[in-house]
């Protein structure tokens, strides 16, 4: 009996990746969260990201608004770099995607990338240098992709000249730190170690520049920050999640996410509501309720995702409308990975559809084989 080249691959890969769960570090009660530190890579847990969202407006012209997306990741590949003697040997990889929603025009522009971590591709620093992570930018453009460190929140900058964007923005704190879960646990399953350690900034004030189609702006917005290190972040039967980051006008702040089951309906859910001064409240997920009202079906992809959501979390006496500020607000990727998900901006309407505030979606592992590689 002969076993195919694609099968062999596809066994070898099990049992590395059996082999590297066993030797990398489970996210576990009595994390000693040291900041800044804890900013900067967590190389002993297999998957880390930072995220940023916001809306942004035109300096000049305030009625030109943007929504924009920009994340780095950190994707293990061994815990301890390969006894190799090679330059190309590495343990992990860094990927980026970076988007800009023009809600004047109605178009989204997106761009991705994935280096291996070697010194002429890309890198994550370590604390206390003020570089986080940077990489390469996509072939055929000059210059990197970078997160800093500026001693109170971040900067950051990408660049794509074949998709004509490009952006560069620095934050500054308006709410402190909060953790997304007791402890920065944020569970994700009943099994014990499907967690991450997650935390946010809520909200940043943030100016910069952007770019789009050879067109340089100075802009200003708001922006939320998802920072997230961990080793299993979905059980065998998830196949993704809804995730919701809401600001709300009142001044409350509210992340939501619901792991779906490969049955089709809501395997776990928990959320986080923040107060105007910054103190969080942990939901569980009786405290809360959500539904989709519309679908959207992407023209690139064909895959149909939820539209609109109606949201009721009644001990916060609060009852809201979310809706897609564009419908199309799909990501992609062409370099990085075989995924496309959904990561756009709302906007949030509360009774008689008064506006109630704005915030970011993200809709992972619909269509067909489509399951996030975590």
């Known amino acids: 009996m002969t076993i195919s080249r694609k099968l062999l691959r596809a066994l070898l890969a ?30 002993e847990f297999r998957t880390e990201w930072w995220y940023f969202t916001g809306i942004l407006q035109d300096v000049a012209n305030p009625e030109q608004r943007f929504g924009y997306q920009f994340t780095l990741f950190r994707v293990g590949l061994l815990p301890e770099k390969p006894n190799l003697n090679s330059r190309w040997a590495t343990r992990h990889l860094l990927m980026g995607h970076a988007a800009v929603g023009d809600f004047g025009t109605g178009r989204h522009h997106f761009s991705d990338l994935l280096y291996r971590e070697i010194p002429m591709l890309s890198g994550f620093g370590t604390y206390p240098e003020a570089r986080i992570a940077w990489s390469l930018a996509p072939a055929g453009t000059v210059g ?8 109170e929140a971040f900067d950051f900058r990408m660049r794509d000249d074949e998709r004509g964007m490009a952006g560069d923005l620095s934050t500054h704190p308006q709410k402190p730190l909060v953790f997304q879960g007791p402890g920065g646990i944020s569970r994700k399953g009943a099994e014990d170690e499907v967690a991450s350690f997650y935390y946010s900034f809520t909200r940043l004030a943030t100016l910069g520049t952007l770019a789009l189609g050879g067109r340089t702006m100075s802009v200003r917005g708001v922006s939320w920050m998802d920072h997230e290190f961990s ?10 999640w809804d995730w919701f980051a809401m600001r709300l006008i009142d001044g409350r702040d509210l992340m939501l996410y619901v792991l779906r089951h490969s049955s089709g309906g809501a395997d ?3 959320g986080t509501l923040v107060s105007a001064a910054g103190e969080a409240r942990f939901l569980t997920a009786g405290e809360w309720s959500i539904r989709s009202t519309s ?13 609109g959501w109606a949201l009721e979390v009644p001990a916060e006496d609060l009852e ?8 199309d607000q799909e990501n992609v990727c062409r370099r990085s990975a075989n995924l496309h998900y959904w990561e756009g901006a709302v906007r949030l309407l509360s009774k008689g559809r008064t506006p109630a505030g ?8 619909y ?6 590689p975590l």
């Not at 679908?295 to 539209?307: A, D, F, K, L, V």
């Not at 704005?358 to 592992?365: A, D, N």
Request: proline share 8%.
């Open 14 to 43: 099990g049992i590395v990746s059996l082999l590297c769960a066993v030797a990398w570090r489970a996210v576990k009660p009595g994390y000693a969260w040291a900041f800044p530190r804890d900013h900067w890579a967590h190389p």
């Open 144 to 151: 990197s992709w970078e997160l800093m460190w500026n001693g």
């Open 231 to 240: 080793t299993s972040q979905l059980q065998k039967d998830q196949v993704g």
């Open 268 to 270: 776990f859910r928990r």
């Open 295 to 307: 679908t959207w079906e992407s023209p690139h992809t064909g895959c149909r995702y939820p539209s």
């Open 320 to 327: 809201l409308e979310i809706e897609p500020i564009l419908q």
């Open 358 to 365: 704005e915030g970011y979606v993200e809709l992972t592992g």
């Open 367 to 372: 269509g067909k084989n489509n399951r996030p």
